[in-house]
């Protein structure tokens, strides 16, 4: 695990990078510039290409984890494995587009009324789906040759860049909505093109098919499985993009908007996840397939543990600072009616990100089709504790509804994995953890106590007051917080960092201590 999380930091720190110009983009473009409206559309429009996307890919993603290991061979160029990663989703792509308009009255039917712009822009969701399809098969194709960092680039620092200036033009009325529209899938279209030039670079990719490595029995195999996660990822995907979609029908844009910014701010809790998911799962792929269950028991304890250590202090950072976040947010007025949005969406954030690997562990066994029957029941209590909660708490509902359903979903999803495989991804450490975050809490609700009304008797505005109360609370909480990871012990991977950084700024400290 060790050389998992150094060959992550790199994807981590690009991911953060992009989470800061979002966090740019957001706090001083998006919601100064936009209307709630706009940015719910844009954001719908997203979610609706990415659901077409994903649908199409057939379930790639998932099926090269799991047979790269058959196929892997650096003399032989992997037999023309990546042939048929390209081959596979053309194909689901082709069918969608038959799906996409022979259901096209239906869409109209369901969002015309609170969501018009979406329908209006129907037909752009083709080109929008057909970028972000494989753009996420080139990602998984890198994932599964360890070269992450590139891609995450791409993904996460060139895409937002490029949005800004798209962002900025229509702002400052330079471009119409329309033209806003085609510069938003163009954008992609870059990102595209410069995942397939990345992947080539490596030469480490052919795409002639060794046809001989294609006996019978992993044919059929591979088609079951296939078949399986297209059923599978019927259900999976549309959980992920209820909530925007229901809040668009049912509601109006302008709370798709308002639920977008909140979904923002909450996403930074996962992003440790996307980078040690990215490095740990080809690992975890291998050892099942060798039936290593302790390898695959270990890693999916560690990526659990990590995960649940940066998501913890991430949240904890965003809830403490939750009022101010939304005082600097321009018309953060208007934004601030999904405050507690936020604190469900992260929960269940975290969660995810915590739970998240055992799920794979499944996927990539003998018993993956066992993940359908929790995908379906995830799929059901979203559905249906959405569409009950919204009426009565808006987009709350939605974000809350979305946090119970993936409580019910990992209960008992986890459970079989133990039972069947004799892994799970909690241990002893995350209870350290969970203390650790309880104190934290306390620890602020004891300044807040004693601390702010001094910060509120300072000769400055009310806002600075209230800006230096909140940095000065969250910079001390943060050095407690790292001072008593080290001292628990709750990482040697996380205390050798620890020491490493210190060493830079010419602190030493024993390992002994």
């Excluded at 023309?80 to 596979?88: A, D, H, I, Q, S």
């Excluded at 753009?135 to 800004?164: Q, Y």
């Excluded at 359908?372 to 559905?383: K, N, P, Q, R």
Aim: proline share 4%.
């Amino acid at each position: 695990m060790g050389v998992i999380v150094r060959q992550s930091i790199k994807s981590t720190l690009i991911n953060y990078l992009g989470s800061f110009i979002g966090f740019v983009t957001t706090f001083f473009i998006i919601t100064r510039y936009l209307t709630p409206a706009e940015v719910g559309f844009a954001r719908v429009f997203f979610d609706t290409a990415f659901l077409f996307a994903s649908l199409a890919q057939l379930g790639t993603s998932a099926s090269v984890m799991r047979y790269y290991p058959y196929f892997k061979n650096s003399e032989k160029k992997d037999h023309g494995f990546f042939f048929w990663t390209l081959l596979v989703p053309l194909v689901g792509f082709l069918l969608f587009l038959v799906v996409f308009f022979l259901f096209k009255g239906t869409f109209i039917h369901i969002f015309s009324k609170n969501a018009s712009l979406l329908v209006d822009y129907y037909d752009y969701l083709v080109p929008m789906s057909f970028f972000l399809l494989y753009i996420a098969v080139f990602e998984t194709n890198s994932n599964v040759l360890m070269r992450i960092a590139v891609p995450k680039f791409i993904r996460e620092v060139l895409v937002r860049v490029l949005m800004i200036l798209v962002y900025l033009l229509y702002g400052f009325k330079v471009i119409s909505l329309r033209q806003f529209v085609i510069d938003y899938c163009v954008v992609y279209l870059i990102a595209l093109v410069c995942n397939i030039i990345y992947q080539f670079k490596l030469k480490k990719v052919s795409l002639k098919p060794d046809m001989s490595i294609i006996t019978p029995p992993l044919r059929k195999d591979f088609l079951f499985y296939t078949g399986f996660l297209v059923v599978s990822s019927v259900s999976g995907l549309i959980t992920t993009s209820i909530s925007s979609l229901a809040v668009s029908a049912k509601m109006n844009l302008d709370y798709a908007g308002i639920l977008t910014v909140a979904g923002y701010i909450a996403t930074i809790v996962e992003i440790p996840y996307r980078s040690l998911s990215a490095i740990a799962s080809p690992n975890i792929s291998i050892a099942i397939k060798n039936d290593d269950k302790q390898t695959a028991n270990n890693l999916c304890q560690s990526v659990s543990l990590h995960q649940l250590l940066a998501g913890s202090l991430v949240f904890y950072v965003i809830w403490i600072n939750i009022d101010v976040i939304y005082q600097i947010l321009p018309n953060g007025d208007i934004y601030a009616a999904g405050k507690w949005a936020v604190l469900a969406i992260c929960l269940y954030r975290l969660f995810n990100s915590v739970c998240g690997i055992g799920p794979s562990v499944l996927g990539y066994s003998r018993y993956y089709y066992l993940t359908l029957i929790f995908t379906i029941l995830l799929t059901c209590s979203t559905f249906v504790f959405t569409l009950w909660w919204i009426p009565y708490w808006g987009i709350v509902g939605a974000a809350f509804a979305t946090f119970v359903s993936f409580i019910i979903y990992y209960t008992s999803l986890l459970w079989v994995v133990k039972r069947k495989m004799a892994v799970t991804p909690f241990s002893f450490p995350q209870l350290k953890v969970v203390g650790l975050l309880l104190a934290l809490f306390l620890l602020n609700a004891a300044w807040e106590y004693s601390l702010a009304p001094v910060f509120a008797k300072l000769p400055l505005q009310p806002f600075w007051c209230n800006i230096l109360n909140r940095l000065s609370c969250t910079l001390l909480m943060l050095v407690i917080a790292i001072f008593a990871i080290y001292k628990m012990k709750i990482s040697e991977q996380v205390n050798m960092l620890i020491r490493r950084g210190l060493k830079k700024t010419g602190i030493s400290i024993e390992i002994g201590k």
